[in-house]
């Protein structure tokens, strides 16, 4: 065999080109290994042997130069902003861990990279870099240099072809269908009884008749689990590929032997019905994971709506879903741009850091275009949409890296320890059937031997987590609860610990009353307030803009918001803070008691008064709580306001919830992570404005979607506000879910048992076992959908 590439494991031949006493098939593979070593990116290697592939020279040239068309790139380029650029490229040779890791390593490569992800089922790498640093072209041509070469087709840069994959599957079907119906008809008379008085040429004739559309079947239709088997092989890697590859041929051979012997037309039935029904059962499933997705990316997330204008200046609530190109709508301080828009009015700084990670804000000016994700830091912009809402691209956001917790699936890691040596086993399974048979009954040994193979399959048991926790994402967003992933689910499932955040998470927003004390404002100081605070998303600040009715007119200047203190700007030239005691006058040592929620003013250099503000407090509050102490649930109140409602509190809480107020954004992290070192596994519900960094320490955030567009990245989850009843009951369906998934195991492994068991006795046709493999997965796959319907429907209104 001689040396083999350290690369790539190809075999090396007679002359292997050496580097650093380390053996090369080629110049290609010994370059790549000087890059990650020069790199330091060594750990390529250790995280799967010999990952790489093998290279072909290649001879990058002016290859790319297309890419630095401004038509072109603009076209590539998902996000294009204050230097920063973000595309998502197709690169379909990512076949293992060690690729993904490099891949998501290439800011070590070129410091220009800012981060990239790797979505491994699409091939898709997401690359954020800075352009001033590494041009599109560049990042190509370095991709390329490591041999990760995308695949760019500016012909389809407009549309989609998502649709060819399907196409090949159905013709693929559609010949394997045609072949079974034929070769089934002319081996008809071999089903009946008497068929050995069948003429020899009777039976040779149909046998090549046979074995004519057979060829097709073999070396088209089934090719795609060849070239799987192949590539896992090469790679150390038996998938379940490798036994169907082998069943396939082992029919194939057998019978193309009987055939030329004259003996008989062998298995082309069962060889071409196998390969029919493979098909079928992988077309089924492609479809339910499609109809999963598209759920997921069009209907299941971002259940907020943003502030649309009409003509009149007038003021709407909308699904971000009903957005269309042409609509007016106003962002506020620290809401989100929900689609690409063009500015009308208006001085926006806009933080890309939901989109790229830097979190360096943008100064843009009228007439020039906001992309979606960005965040408004500061007052109200009026913006025309310029494209309709791509929520599967915020879902996406929603989904990167650096907002997600680190945090690991023990289920995933059971699935992955048990399809790691299934396939083994079942090799191993039908090697012995095959002995056994070939010395007692070698009749049999063909069929124990594919039979096993073919119906033994870890499929099922690899769907029963994504289609349990796929139907019950699904049902959660039909009742108005939005996970970003599926993995929540299992986490949701874990905790122990429930922490509220106060105002506006169990207080409503719209309905809260604010009444001024101090001094009699006039019509002009009540508009100036009121075009101050309808800057703010704050429910405080809604709670006061409500409560005025003279209009909000003046234009508001050097806005600033700080949370957990209040908001300012300059009015008219005069300067306006709005906000807690400590914020307006500099100090909260008061000798008076307060008892109640204060927001104090301050203008023309003195304080005017203050705003008290009487809580409603959510429909259903007492329910939840009373729930999730019914199941155990420790039990906490985070406000960064006073504690003059801590009596009223207490009633709902009750003694034995621990209430604290005055809690800072920081104070509420901390807390947050201090019970997780003691052990706890924490769900944090909050709105996302105060307590984003207690959202991302918690092992689950959640935040309530009133009618206004409040979203932050930090959060696994959003809730509905009209469902914030259904709490505990979401959470509890997460434990029947848990459960499901169990079941659907035990599930799996009886049907692999009894199948294997039928197998190896030589009682099943591979023509059988072609047709009960996809079922089990089909059952599975049944079973999980319908028991999620049944016990969500049962459990929620």
Request: glycine share 8%; hydrophobic share 40%.
């Amino acid at each position: 065999m001689g040396l083999k590439c350290l690369h790539c494991g190809e075999s090396c031949g007679k002359n292997p080109v050496m580097w650093d006493d380390e053996p090369f098939c080629c110049y290609g593979c010994k370059t790549v290994y000087q890059i990650l070593n020069e790199k330091k990116l060594e750990k390529y290697y250790d995280i799967q042997r010999m990952p790489g592939i093998k290279l072909e020279k290649v001879d990058v040239g002016n290859k790319y130069a297309y890419l630095d068309n401004e038509d072109v790139k603009l076209k590539l380029l998902d996000f294009l902003d204050g230097g920063i650029g973000k595309v998502s490229l197709y690169v379909p040779v990512i076949h293992c861990a060690s690729c993904i890791w490099l891949l998501e390593n290439l800011h070590t490569l070129n410091a220009g990279i800012i981060s990239s992800s790797v979505n491994f089922p699409k091939k898709l790498v997401s690359v954020t870099f800075k352009e001033n640093e590494v041009s599109l072209r560049q990042l190509v041509e370095l991709m390329a240099s490591i041999h990760y070469i995308p695949e760019i087709n500016l012909n389809h840069l407009d549309k989609k072809d998502s649709g060819k994959s399907e196409r090949d599957l159905l013709l693929k079907i559609g010949i394997a269908g045609f072949s079974l119906l034929n070769v089934m008809l002319y081996n008809f008379p071999e089903y009946l009884p008497g068929s050995n008085q069948l003429s020899e040429t009777f039976v040779k004739f149909f046998g090549w008749m046979s074995f004519i559309l057979v060829l097709p079947v073999v070396f088209y239709c089934a090719n795609d689990y060849y070239l799987s088997a192949f590539k896992g092989l090469r790679h150390k890697v038996i998938n379940i590929d490798v036994p169907i590859t082998l069943g396939i041929f082992t029919l194939f051979f057998q019978s193309t032997y009987d055939i030329i012997a004259g003996s008989g037309i062998g298995y082309l039935d069962s060889l071409v019905g196998l390969v029919f029904f493979l098909l079928v059962g992988k077309w089924y499933q492609s479809k339910t994971y499609r109809a999963l997705s598209f759920e997921r990316d069009y209907k299941s997330y971002f259940p907020v709506a943003v502030t649309t204008l009409d003509d009149e200046g007038g003021e709407h609530s909308l699904s971000i879903a009903d957005i269309k190109e042409g609509d007016t709508i106003l962002i506020r301080n620290e809401e989100l741009v929900p689609a690409d828009a063009i500015l009308l009015k208006g001085s926006a700084n806009i933080d890309y850091s939901f989109v790229t990670g830097e979190a360096i804000p943008v100064e843009k000016k009228q007439g020039e275009l906001l992309f979606a994700g960005g965040r408004q830091m500061g007052r109200n912009i009026i913006l025309k949409v310029s494209k309709s809402v791509k929520q599967s691209y915020l879902t996406q956001l929603w989904n990167q890296d650096r907002h997600q917790k680190e945090t690991v699936s023990n289920l995933n890691n059971v699935i992955n320890s048990v399809s790691k040596y299934f396939t083994i086993v079942v090799l191993i399974v039908a090697a012995s059937a095959a002995i056994y048979w070939q010395f007692n009954n070698p009749l049999l040994t063909i069929f124990a031997f594919t039979s096993v193979l073919i119906i033994a399959c870890p499929c099922a048991l690899a769907l029963t987590v994504p289609f349990t926790f796929g139907g019950t994402m699904r049902e959660f967003g039909r009742k108005g609860f939005y996970l970003k992933n599926a993995e929540v689910i299992e986490y949701l499932h874990k905790i122990d610990t429930v922490i509220f955040d106060k105002t506006g998470t169990i207080t409503l927003s719209h309905t809260m009353k604010a009444e001024f004390k101090g001094e009699l404002l006039s019509d002009e100081q009540l508009s100036m307030i009121k075009s101050l605070v309808a800057n703010s998303a704050h429910p405080l600040s809604i709670a006061i803009k409500n409560s005025i009715s003279q209009p909000a007119v003046y234009e508001v200047e050097n806005f600033k918001e700080i949370p957990s203190l209040g908001i300012s700007g300059i009015v008219r030239g005069s300067r306006i803070n709005i906000g807690s005691k400590i914020f307006v006058m500099g100090t909260c040592a008061i000798p008076d008691k307060e008892y109640s929620t204060n927001v104090y003013v301050f203008a023309k250099n003195k304080v005017l008064g203050y705003f008290k503000i009487e809580n409603v407090y959510r429909q259903g509050l007492e329910e939840v709580i009373r729930d999730l102490k019914k199941y155990h649930y420790e039990i906490f109140l985070l406000s960064g306001d006073n504690d003059a409602e801590k009596s009223t509190l207490a009633k709902i809480f009750g003694n034995d919830t621990r209430l604290l107020f005055k809690q800072s954004p920081t104070d509420k992290r901390d807390f947050v992570r201090k019970l997780k070192e003691s052990g706890k596994t924490v769900l944090m519900i909050g709105d996302g404005l105060n307590d984003a960094g207690a959202l991302m320490e918690s092992n689950v955030g959640l935040t309530i979607a009133d009618d206004i567009y409040s979203f932050s990245p930090a959060c696994d989850g959003i809730i509905e506000a009209g469902r914030f009843g259904n709490l505990t009951k979401f959470i509890r369906i997460t434990h029947t879910s848990i459960n499901i998934v169990k079941i659907s195991f035990l599930i799996s492994f009886f049907y692999n048992v009894v199948g294997i068991g039928f197998a190896v006795q030589g009682n099943l046709s591979p023509l059988v076992a072609a047709i009960l493999m996809p079922i089990s997965s089909i059952s599975v796959v049944a079973f999980a959908g319908f028991s999620v319907k049944t016990f969500s429907k049962k459990k929620i209104d």
